[in-house]
């Protein structure tokens, strides 16, 4: 491992000790369940194919009646504990599989699951066909189906879209006045929480108008004899209230009803799963609070953190050995979540008695990150040790895999994007932006002009029909100029054009980085700012951190031709690039953000972007900075205090996908600005030495006592720093690395002393 690029603790931690999980004890059901007990054949059976489980594996699985929250921590088993204890149920408890109901996320866990119930001792394949375990919604469209619901299913998210967009143009809007994601989020939030479209608000124009887009949406719907996923759960839910013998029919049949990952549950979910796991209560429940990181999409942990509340005298059993990583990653992980306040206390083991360490990275810049992710990525293949799809790079937020993705493609090196697939250049937010630019390389480019015009406050259509109407009469080295003869024209924004056109005209001869901050001063910044529609689409922390990528990718580039150039060099790969509809990896590195890697697991992580203002993100900090000044006000900081757990969360989850080995990358600058290396890897550190004694690394240092002159022995903390060191064979010349600074870019630099040339390395210094 090249020791300049990457460290064994994260720069400014306080202690040397890196986090250690305790390794977990070895014993399993071979040891802890003895041949004289009834239910001994199971678990022989069991170890006959593999499956050692436990002691709270064991627990769980034998668990007969009454509520049961299983905590599972982050790569404890939990889908090999739903399992047994459904064969569990089956074979020795000898329950009918029609009395089992297994609900989860996804079809494809669904399908794991049947196929692995399947394997289990004393489950026949009739067992399995009665048995069912499905997801939410296909469990719930089987029960509407028997009921006679009838209409199609509308899932296509392209169609979606598509609809979305029509409706947008019929109403007058610009075609991307919201982006159709963000509106089909907030119809299914609404309808997850027991609402409708007539629940939304409508206080801002922007609220009354997406309202509008939606209701005609839903009336299209029901016009056209479809629902969707969404609308599928609330007709259940609306139905069994209203039909008490329907839901009364469902209690009595599914007696053991049993729940995968439940901290991804929703108000409407959960309520449909009380609902039928009712008066029996035999419910079971598994899932961990500290993988809560999908509050936008309505889950809540206080459903687990809670669970006794509602079930008095429930079993609780948490699942504490980590099967996926080794001592290190795991005691990272358990250093950094420790420090949220509302979560389940629990601390994972491993099973794995050894693991490599997480190594830390401190680049300058992101650009710098993916440099040295990627070269060490293509060493490590082109050595044979690994292949592409052994890596996986995680990011907080998609505008943070800007830089990978350019490399990436600009080097062919195969990829996956779980995420849109879109480049930085080509978000509806950024190409107004990027079209100046082209416009002040060529006042022609019409396809430029017409992506402008929302930002001078005209329609599309009816500025371009009258800008090609009058080129056709009289052409014009800047067609543009057209407008101000426009039929109807107001004066303010006759003056705002003028003011475009010189802009657009003076800023051809600056560098990128000077013309697009030169656009966001003179009106871009408060365009997108002032403008309800973008206000009600993205956090305003979101539209800063974009435009600031755009910068920050720009001050690469002497010239605007020159960053024009590339722009279209990255985009015509990325486009040759795209696959749609492919979703398997293959021998491909894969990109995701946290969100999408949850309860996912790769041999090789790189976090990148673990620094403050990316992870945590700037608008959980910014709540928390305003946090003391609403307390003092009289009001509630508890907001921000969960915005900073879930962003918690989130590190967490992404350091615990890590199987073998993990990489975590800190850029010294954000938005063009010094960035912290993440608070959430520096205190993993600190607990890890307030700890015990043992975590600091000390030596004997013998010093004269002013007083007398008796020689005296004392223990000084030191810590492992990066330096500077001669490598002069002479010289003793060293200095401390200062991290952000305009150094960190250099592989050498001449020693103060001698002029021989220093190197980067690390020291042992007193803290």
């Avoid at 404890?76 to 047994?84: A, D, F, M, P, Q």
């Avoid at 839910?237 to 901290?263: I, N």
């Avoid at 030495?689 to 008796?710: E, F």
């Amino acid at each position: 491992m090249n020791k300049l690029l990457f460290h064994n603790i994260p720069l400014g931690a306080t202690g040397e000790r890196i986090p250690q999980a305790a390794v977990a004890s070895a014993q399993t059901s071979k040891e802890l369940v003895k041949r004289e007990e009834g239910d001994s054949t199971y678990f022989r059976r069991l170890e006959e194919g593999g499956i050692l489980l436990n002691r709270p594996q064991i627990a769980a699985v034998r668990h007969h009646k009454g509520p049961l929250l299983t905590l599972a921590g982050a790569g404890s088993g939990k889908t090999s504990v739903l399992i047994c204890r459904t064969g569990y149920l089956l074979s020795v408890r000898g329950v009918p599989p029609s009395q089992l109901l297994l609900l989860t996320f996804s079809s494809k866990a669904a399908a794991e699951m049947r196929e692995r119930i399947a394997l289990l001792p004393g489950v026949s394949t009739a067992d399995v066909a009665r048995l069912q375990a499905r997801t939410f919604h296909s469990f719930f469209l089987f029960f509407l189906r028997r009921q006679g619901l009838q209409q199609e299913i509308f899932s296509e998210t392209r169609r979606q879209h598509i609809l979305l967009k029509q409706i947008m143009r019929e109403l007058g809007l610009p075609k991307d006045a919201y982006p159709p994601e963000t509106l089909l989020s907030l119809l299914s939030s609404c309808k997850m929480n027991m609402g409708t479209v007539e629940d939304l608000p409508e206080g801002t124009t922007a609220e009354k108008e997406m309202k509008s887009i939606l209701e005609i949406y839903e009336q299209w719907k029901l016009d056209n004899f479809k629902i969707d996923f969404d609308d599928v759960l609330l007709i259940a839910y609306r139905m069994l209230k209203e039909r008490p013998e329907l839901l009364q029919e469902l209690q009595m049949r599914y007696l053991y009803v049993m729940v995968d990952e439940f901290q991804d549950t929703n108000a409407l979910q959960y309520e449909l799963v009380k609902m039928i796991a009712h008066p029996q209560h035999n419910l079971m429940v598994v899932g961990d609070d500290d993988q809560t990181i999908y509050s936008f999409n309505g889950a809540r942990s206080e459903f687990i953190l809670e669970f006794e509340k509602l079930y008095p005298g429930a079993r609780v059993i948490t699942l504490d050995i980590n099967y996926r990583s080794g001592p290190a990653i795991v005691g990272l992980g358990n250093g950094i979540i420790k420090h949220n306040t509302r979560r389940r206390s629990k601390t994972l083991q491993a099973a794995k008695g050894s693991g490599s360490q997480p190594r830390y990275m401190r680049p300058q810049t992101a650009d710098e990150e993916a440099e040295q992710m990627i070269e060490h990525i293509l060493n490590e293949v082109s050595s044979g040790k690994r292949e592409y799809s052994d890596f996986a790079m995680l990011y907080r937020a998609s505008s943070s895999n800007r830089a990978v993705l350019e490399l990436l493609l600009l080097r062919d090196i195969p990829y996956i994007d779980y995420g849109e697939g879109q480049l930085l250049y080509e978000h509806w937010l950024i190409s107004p932006v990027v079209d100046h630019l082209r416009l002040s390389v060529n006042r022609r480019n019409f396809a430029a002009m017409e992506n402008i015009l929302p930002t001078l406050y005209m329609n599309r259509e009816k500025g371009m029909n009258h800008i090609r109407q009058m080129e056709a009469r009289q052409p014009k080295q800047g067609p543009l100029i057209h407008l101000l003869s426009m039929p109807g024209m107001e004066d303010f924004k006759g003056t705002k054009l003028r003011d475009r056109l010189d802009l657009i005209r003076n800023t051809r001869e600056l560098t990128p980085i000077q013309a697009i901050r030169q656009i966001r001063t003179q009106f871009y910044d408060y365009f997108i700012e002032a403008n309800e529609r973008h206000q009600a689409t993205l956090h305003r922390e979101t539209l800063k951190e974009m435009l600031d990528e755009l910068e920050s990718s720009a001050a690469r580039f002497d010239s605007i031709p020159a960053f024009l150039d590339f722009i279209d060099n990255v985009t015509e790969r990325n486009e040759h690039n795209r696959q749609p509809g492919t979703k398997e990896q293959g021998n491909r590195i894969a990109l995701m953000t946290i969100h999408k890697s949850k309860g996912l697991e790769f041999p090789v992580v790189f976090l990148i972007g673990a620094s403050e203002g990316i992870l945590p993100h700037s608008s959980a900090l910014e709540g928390d900075r305003l946090k003391d000044r609403k307390l003092a006000a009289g009001s509630s900081g508890a907001s921000s205090l969960a915005a900073l757990e879930e962003e918690r969360r989130l590190a967490y989850v992404a350091v615990t996908r890590a199987r073998e080995e993990l990489f975590i990358s800190s850029p010294a600058q954000h938005r063009g600005k010094k960035a912290e290396v993440s608070r959430f890897m520096l205190s993993a550190f600190r607990s890890a030495v307030s700890s015990t004694a043992a975590t600091t690394v000390s030596r004997t240092v013998t010093t004269r006592s002013l007083p007398t002159s008796r020689a005296t022995t004392t223990k000084t903390k030191t810590h492992v720093v990066p330096v500077w060191n001669c490598t002069g064979n002479s010289c003793p010349g060293w200095t401390r690395m200062k991290a952000g600074g305009a150094e960190d870019h250099l592989t050498s630099k001449p020693c103060p002393l001698c002029s021989t040339p220093m190197t980067k390395d690390t020291r042992e210094v007193p803290v």
